[in-house]
Antibody, heavy 118, light 108 residues
């Protein structure tokens, strides 16, 4: 069965970097995109962008350019989200989600809480 | 960017009642690229409906989606206790993909 398992919660100081992993199983990793979605606690869902797992080409939503990096390690079926120069407002749950029929997000990771605090 | 506005913000109903959730887009959305998600506290979102009206695997048939253009609806025919959650609409036909702000379905 399809599963996306994300890395655990992180506590970081402002200015630091964090790298969240999303390990996929149960399907051919390079056939389907991986999306990233942010959810600030108590708020709604924001689509951050997606990465083409075949080419490695990332696409970022407005507001998620510059400090955000999507990457892959196809040898271990894992996608990564790196956020540089962390700010307090980056505190959120970050979800990875597998693209499916016409790109809909059919399967989601359990989420990774990133807390940025001095 | 397509802005999605959901209404109502909160819907208070009793088990067994019918729920109708609305989502209005700021511009026309291709109905092949419209979805609904359910999210319960402490959990990741779960895909319910894609392509406006197709139920995802394992979704009970009391959930149905409809609509076209700028107006879309999620209907839950007879509410069960497990259905009380937050629901989000989403369009994934144009970049950036966007979500509505959510409708909280609570027990009356």
């Amino acid at each position: 069965q399809v599963q996306l398992v994300q890395s655990g919660s992180e506590l970081k100081k402002p200015g630091a970097s964090v790298k969240v992993s999303c390990k996929a199983s149960g399907y051919t990793f390079t056939r389907f995109s991986i999306n990233w979605v942010r959810q600030v606690p108590g708020q709604g869902l924001e689509w951050m962008g997606w990465i083409n797992t075949n080419t490695g080409n990332p696409t970022f939503a407005p507001g998620f350019t510059g400090r955000f990096v999507f990457s892959l390690d196809t040898s271990v079926n894992t996608a990564y989200l790196q956020i540089n120069s962390l700010k307090a407002e980056d505190t959120a749950n970050y979800y990875c989600a597998k693209g499916g029929v016409r790109g809909v997000m059919g399967y989601w990771g359990q989420g990774t809480l990133v807390t940025v605090s001095s | 960017e397509v802005v999605l506005t959901q209404s109502p913000g909160t819907l208070s109903l009793s088990p067994g009642e019918r729920a109708t959730l609305s989502c209005r887009a700021s511009q026309s959305v291709d109905s092949d690229y419209f979805a609904w998600y359910q999210q319960k506290p402490g959990q990741a979102p779960r895909l319910l409906i894609y392509g406006t009206s197709s139920r995802a695997t394992g979704v009970p048939d009391r959930f149905s989606g409809s609509g076209s253009g700028t107006d879309f609806t999620l209907t839950i025919s007879r509410l069960e206790a497990e259905d009380f959650a937050v629901y989000y609409c989403q369009q994934y036909g144009s970049s950036p993909e966007t979500f509505g702000q959510g409708t909280k379905l609570e027990i009356k």
